[in-house]
């Protein structure tokens, strides 16, 4: 029954023990006399039984106006954006080799550009030399012709070279994924 | 928002929530299952985020995404009821992210609710209309929590599994929100005899 003591601040002890039963019968079309006539004496009960008349019917009333769309379009932009990832899952797999073949292939070419430039640049240098730019070229671009470099200007050249080919290479890399 | 999520390759909640109840490829719904699982819920889900959001036009978007996300998430559950509370759930986790996020509703707002209410719709339309908007007095929990108790009729171990709360939980808050709505219509003047 109620435990409607009035002194209480608290709302919890002004609960009705008997509210899921009353609420249950109305749902199951069967509230019995009994519980019934309980509901009518009992304010919390009332309420209950009140309020959820009030929503039923109005639930009843919101679904009648409610708007549905086509589950079909739905399920099918669902399936065709399934299909796509699974497609992009796959290529992302096959493209895995080819990629790192790729990054393989750019550093090999970078270390073999480097060992010819090593290689190549005396011969390069000597070959312009013969070539007398002081006969043919303005004093102050001869420097320029046949430029007179230490080891390390020739090292931060090819570093330079290099660096450029790797940020190339991951721009690249990037804009592909 | 949808093919934002899509785009963006994030893994929704529900992806997460459907692995972990163990939904299996096999056992993903067909089409006409679909069909028919929309068919049976897509009205009862609209009046449900309509009354706990106020927005119409809201209600349509998400109860959109939902199903969208439901389906994304592969969940099959163990039984029609298991599905659609699952997706009560993805509904209900939608309204707090959007309400969160969302300034409180205008006058506006309160228009575009009472417009989306026909005249044609007999005596009961105005009763309900007060009922629409006293709800709105309500926190946006209490609302759903009245809704899903009362007009769903779901026992409160669903309620709570929806809301994402505990069940023990679920009776104290429920009597409290039940207390302030019949405080509210009577506010109006609109008792069990009147309405009637």
Redesign the interface.
């Known amino acids: 029954m109620s435990r409607m003591d009035g002194t209480a601040g608290s709302?919890?002890r002004e609960?009705c023990g008997r509210t899921a039963a009353v609420?249950e019968a109305e749902?199951a079309g069967a509230l019995e006399a009994e519980l019934s006539r309980h509901a009518a004496q009992c304010p919390i009960c009332?309420?209950?039984l009140?309020?959820?008349r009030?929503?039923?019917?109005?639930?009843a009333?919101?679904?009648?106006?409610?708007?549905?769309?086509d589950?079909?379009a739905?399920?099918h932009?669902?399936r065709a954006?399934?299909s796509r990832a699974r497609s992009a899952r796959a290529l992302e797999r096959a493209l895995w080799p080819i990629r790192a073949a790729r990054w393989l292939a750019g550093a090999g070419g970078l270390a073999a550009a480097g060992w010819g430039i090593a290689r190549i640049a005396p011969a390069a240098h000597a070959w312009l030399g013969s070539l007398e730019p002081s006969r043919w070229l303005p004093a102050e671009l001869e420097a320029l012709a046949a430029p007179e470099l230490d080891a390390q200007t020739w090292l931060l050249l090819a570093a330079m070279i290099g660096l450029t080919a790797v940020v190339s290479g991951l721009y690249l890399s990037w804009s592909e994924m | 928002m949808v093919a934002k999520t899509a785009r963006v390759g994030l893994v929704p909640r529900e992806s997460r929530d459907a692995a972990r109840e163990g939904t299996r490829e096999a056992d993903r719904m067909d089409e006409a299952a679909f069909r028919a699982f929309h068919e049976r819920t897509a009205r009862p889900l609209w009046a449900y985020v309509v009354r706990s959001t106020g927005d119409p036009a809201l209600a349509e978007d998400l109860v959109q995404e939902a199903f969208y996300r439901f389906l994304r998430s592969g969940f099959t559950g163990t039984g029609p009821e298991h599905r659609k509370n699952y997706l009560y759930r993805i509904a209900t986790n939608l309204m707090r992210d959007r309400l969160r996020s969302r300034r409180p509703l205008s006058r506006d707002d309160e228009l575009t609710e009472r417009s989306a209410v026909t005249p044609s719709e007999g005596a009961g339309t105005e009763l309900r209309t007060d009922l629409a908007r006293l709800l709105r007095n309500l926190e946006p929990r209490e609302r759903s929590l009245l809704w899903l108790a009362h007009a769903e009729g779901l026992p409160h171990r669903e309620v709570a599994e929806i809301l994402g709360v505990r069940t023990g939980s679920v009776r104290v808050m429920l009597f409290r929100a039940r207390k302030k709505l019949a405080g509210l219509l009577r506010e109006h003047g609109l008792t069990p005899e009147v309405m009637s």
Do not use: N
């Not at chain 1, 009333?61 to 708007?67: D, T």
């Open positions: 709302t919890l609960r609420l749902r009332a309420d209950a009140w309020i959820e009030l929503m039923v019917e109005d639930a009333a919101a679904r009648e106006r409610a708007p549905v769309s589950p079909g739905l399920w932009r669902v954006e399934e």
